[in-house]
Nanobody, 126 residues
Framework: QVQLVESGGGLVQAGGSLRLSCAAS????????FGWFRQAPGKERTFVAA????????RYEESVKGRFTISRDNAKNTVYLHMNSLKPEDTAVYYC???????????????????WGQGTQVTVSS
């Protein structure tokens, strides 16, 4: 059974940094892509970033480019989201996700991700 467990969220002031972690288990971690999504109160879940199985292909939502970095450590079965220069509009619950297939057709489409973590809250104060 595939399990994804996020950690690292918290309260931070605008301009600060956080590193989110997603620990995966239940299948061969290094074979699959991962994505980060976020959902603010009253809003839909939206794409943040994604990484392919080798770590050689990265995708970012436009508003986080240059501030967020997605990475993976296949030896630790963990995916990271490094978030710098945080803004109040980054406040949301952040979810880690992975598709059943090796790589989704559309990295930003949450419907193509089959496995999800429970989420971790990120709050950025102004």
């Amino acid at each position: 059974q595939v399990q994804l467990v996020e950690s690292g969220g918290g309260l931070v002031q605008a301009g600060g940094s956080l590193r989110l972690s997603c620990a995966a288990s239940g299948r061969t971690f290094s074979n699959y892509a991962f994505g980060w999504f976020r959902q603010a109160p009253g809003k839909e879940r939206t794409f943040v970033a994604a990484i392919n199985w080798t770590g050689g292909q990265l995708r970012y939502e436009e508003s986080v480019k240059g501030r967020f970095t997605i990475s993976r450590d296949n030896a630790k079965n963990t995916v990271y989201l490094h978030m710098n220069s945080l803004k109040p509009e980054d406040t949301a619950v952040y979810y880690c996700a992975s598709p059943e297939r090796v790589t989704p057709d559309d990295w930003s489409d949450y419907v193509q991700y089959d496995y999800w973590g429970q989420g971790t809250q990120v709050t950025v104060s102004s």
